[in-house]
């Protein structure tokens, strides 16, 4: 039965994820500007101190998905201060100047990760891959738990036919979670895939200048409305 995950960057967006029943949060920081990087050691100490699982996103930059020597070092002590922060999971992946799973560089980040204990999900790296069949085999061959992917699209509801394609070759190797550009009115299409999670941000933009050096952008939130509608939107395509 598919579940919701939200991606949130703050204590409250955790306590709004709560009160809706998602299951878990990924936690991350300057998502709307750069599809997020990694939170800070408090926040996730924060978050995981108020009983809602968190999977921090690790990630050291924004950009594309091939790291040097020095970042991936970076990531993977991000990892394990994760870990020892209280994270139940992370969010991560590495691919290869052709586009290819890096599966070293997971290993490396993964390099004292009791997978047993700690889930791990393959971010949206993978859609950006050449081959989704043969990265979607690797990721499993790494020992993840899941892939967050919109089926290649800039939007899920653009993606339904890879994320049918890849619910049926993981064959319940590892979790399929839908995620990118989902909204409400989407959610039933998605969840017909078959698809083991939904993942969304519910977000708006709270204006609140810093001025000259503290931007004038304002910043996310999680909005508890659109939250709430996507579960009961979710709660209603698993009625049907």
Known sequence: MPVLELAVQDVEGAGVAQR?????????????AT????????????????????HPLVRCRPGG???DVDEIEVMARDVLAAVNAG?????????TPDQYVDRETLSRL??????SVIEVTFHRAMDVVDDWAAALDAIVESGITRVLTSGGAPRC???VEALSGMVAHARG?????AGGGIRIEDIAAVVHTGVDAVHLSARRTVADSGGPGGGSGGYDAVDETLARAAAGALAGALER
């Open 65 to 67: 998905f091939v790291y």
């Open 110 to 115: 993964l390099d004292g990760v009791d997978p």
């Open 87 to 95: 994270a139940s999971g992370v969010v991560l992946g590495a691919l």
């Open 173 to 177: 190797r590892i979790q399929v979670m």
């Open 35 to 54: 599809g997020g990087l990694t939170p800070s050691i408090g926040m996730i100490e924060a978050i995981a101190g108020q009983g809602i699982a968190v």
């Open 157 to 159: 509801i653009d993606g």
């Open 20 to 32: 809706v029943g998602a299951v878990r949060v990924e936690l991350c920081t300057a998502l709307g």
